[in-house]
């Protein structure tokens, strides 16, 4: 099976960690998880790759973060989307549509 090239993905990784965040918190395990298996395993994210786009994203207010005890009584980070990452979101996703129509035209089957 191929895989998604990193350098490809890469622009868009932002999106898809905030795509997690929409309906409620995560933490860094379980978003990666949850990548691996909607893309049926054709994107793994890197741990380095996530933990700098949770802080790109924090630092430029696009979530937050807050510890919490795990079931396992381990400390956990969560991660949460704000009001601007749902605005920043939006308008990733219109990004991504306008630059795949304009790459579809270059691609022959």
Do not use: H
Not at 22 to 49: D, F, H, Q, V
Not at 91 to 104: F, G, P
């Amino acid at each position: 099976m191929q895989e998604i090239s990193s350098d490809v993905i890469r622009g868009y990784n932002d999106t898809i960690i905030l795509f997690f965040l929409m309906e409620e918190p995560s933490y860094g395990y379980e978003i990666s998880r949850n990548i691996k298996a909607m893309s049926e395993n054709k994107y793994l994210i890197k741990e380095t790759t996530l933990y700098s786009a949770f802080t790109r994203l924090e630092k430029n207010g696009y979530i937050t973060s807050f510890s919490q005890e795990a079931d396992n009584g381990k400390r956990r980070t969560y991660y949460q989307i704000t009001e601007a990452g749902r605005v920043y979101y939006k308008e990733k996703c219109e990004e991504w549509r306008l630059t795949k129509d304009v790459i579809e035209r270059f691609i022959s089957d």
